[in-house]
């Protein structure tokens, strides 16, 4: 018998000032069994930086088509493919030719290794962004976690801060490829 998702609803409050973006939205986040908590949150901040009214969660590592999120046009033109995690450069060669934009957010204890050895053949990429999280902050986000989440999120000068009624945790974001 196949493992089930973990499901968690999310009532974030996003305050983009990079953007002028303010909204209040619901999410519904399905934890893939084999997702750890950090890239879950990955997902998380990555759609927070790009948030949008059409900006939709996919399949992710339920399917090996689609990325984590995307933002599509109603005739169904992929206008932005978000990835999450360390991705091979064949994907993202892929992607490229299919989405306008492109956006990876790596994390991880070797995420700065990853980008280290495709740095230079992602450099080639045009309509591709490449940013990182620090791991430890990915760690602390941990602390938010629960089936249920009213989260706050303020995004300002490239370092978003989330916060729960308990604590409050400040992520820099690290642009390796803009």
């Excluded at 968690?8 to 908590?37: C, F, G, W």
């Excluded at 949008?52 to 033109?77: N, Y």
Aim: net charge negative; hydrophobic share 40%; aromatic share 8%.
């Amino acid at each position: 018998m196949a493992l089930k998702p973990t499901i968690y609803k999310v009532n974030l409050s996003i305050s983009d000032m990079d953007r002028n973006y303010y909204n209040d939205v619901q999410l519904t986040i399905a934890q893939h069994p084999s997702e750890n908590n950090e890239r879950m949150m990955a997902r998380l901040l990555a759609y927070s930086l790009n948030a949008h009214d059409d900006l939709a969660f996919t399949r992710g590592l339920s399917s090996i088509d689609e990325p984590e999120l995307w933002l599509k046009t109603l005739d169904d033109q992929i206008l932005q493919w978000i990835e999450v995690g360390q991705p091979e450069p064949d994907r993202l060669k892929k992607a490229n030719t299919i989405a306008r934009e492109v956006c990876v957010y790596s994390f991880g204890k070797s995420a700065n290794t990853w980008w280290q050895l495709n740095e230079e053949v992602l450099g080639g990429f045009k309509g591709l962004k490449v940013s990182q999280f620090p791991y430890e902050c990915m760690l602390e986000l941990n602390e938010l976690i629960q089936r249920t989440m009213d989260l706050s999120v303020s995004i300002t000068e490239n370092t978003l801060y989330i916060s729960s009624a308990e604590r409050t945790v400040e992520v820099p974001v690290t642009n390796l490829k803009i």
